[in-house]
């Protein structure tokens, strides 16, 4: 089965610099890959999701990248804000199932 | 609230006890799925639904563990007999068939088991 493996666990980050969290996946078959923000105490949310054929996708200060050869995707994250400060979750989906990574606990530092 | 809703959003039980978690999902979405996760743990999948179907279980999914769909709207998931080992948050998550495979969170239950 679908196998996602997340890093760092934790990233500190000043305020104003940027933040890049990075995933690999092992099934090839994986086709969707969202990313989920969670607040402490609350539901995880879809900031941003990009499918195997596209490469990269932007959203303001969020952008997303994708390398289906080597099974690779980051997160990246451009003038962080203290809103910011989260845990993110990547994750990727194949046959209708999403398997989540472990997590990246963001701090961002004033 | 046209979110995905879950009830209770707490649960404190005794080991030994049966406890049943209600989800209400986003109400055009045909795709049910429920999840837990454990502190420091993304969210692990247990089953899901495509209108009163359910179509996959987890293996973590024990035998003591339950769901239905049964009008393909809101789901139910029983866990029989609890151990301390259940005490997580279980996540219920809503989907449309067609297009995106996107998955809208309720906020969880989070069950306790003393």
């Known amino acids: 089965g679908e196998n996602v493996e997340q890093h760092p666990s934790t990233l500190s980050v000043q305020e104003g610099d940027s933040a890049v969290i990075k995933c690999t996946y092992s099934d090839s078959a994986s086709n969707y890959f969202p990313w989920y923000k969670q607040e402490l105490g609350k539901r995880p949310q879809l900031i941003i999701d990009i499918r195997s054929n596209v490469g990269e996708k932007k959203d303001q200060r969020i952008a997303v990248t994708l390398n289906k050869t080597a099974k690779h995707f980051s997160l990246h994250i451009t003038e962080t804000q203290p809103e910011d400060s989260a845990v993110y979750f990547c994750?990727?989906?194949?046959?209708?199932?999403?398997?989540f990574g472990k997590g990246t606990r963001l701090h961002i530092l004033p | 609230d046209t979110g995905v809703s879950q009830n209770p959003r707490h649960k404190i039980t005794k080991r030994g006890q049966n406890v049943t978690f209600r989800c209400d999902p986003i109400s055009e979405h045909n795709r049910l799925y429920w999840y837990r996760q454990t502190l420091g743990q993304g969210p692990e999948f247990l089953t899901y639904f495509q209108n009163e179907a359910q179509l996959e279980k987890s293996r973590l999914l024990s035998d003591r563990f339950s769901a239905e769909r049964p009008k393909g709207s809101f789901s139910t998931l029983e866990i029989q007999r609890t151990e301390q080992g259940d005490s997580a948050m279980y996540l219920c998550a809503s989907s449309l068939t067609s297009g995106a495979n996107i998955q809208y969170f309720g906020a969880g239950t989070r069950l306790s088991v003393l």
């Open positions: 994750a990727a989906n194949r046959d209708d199932k999403i398997i």
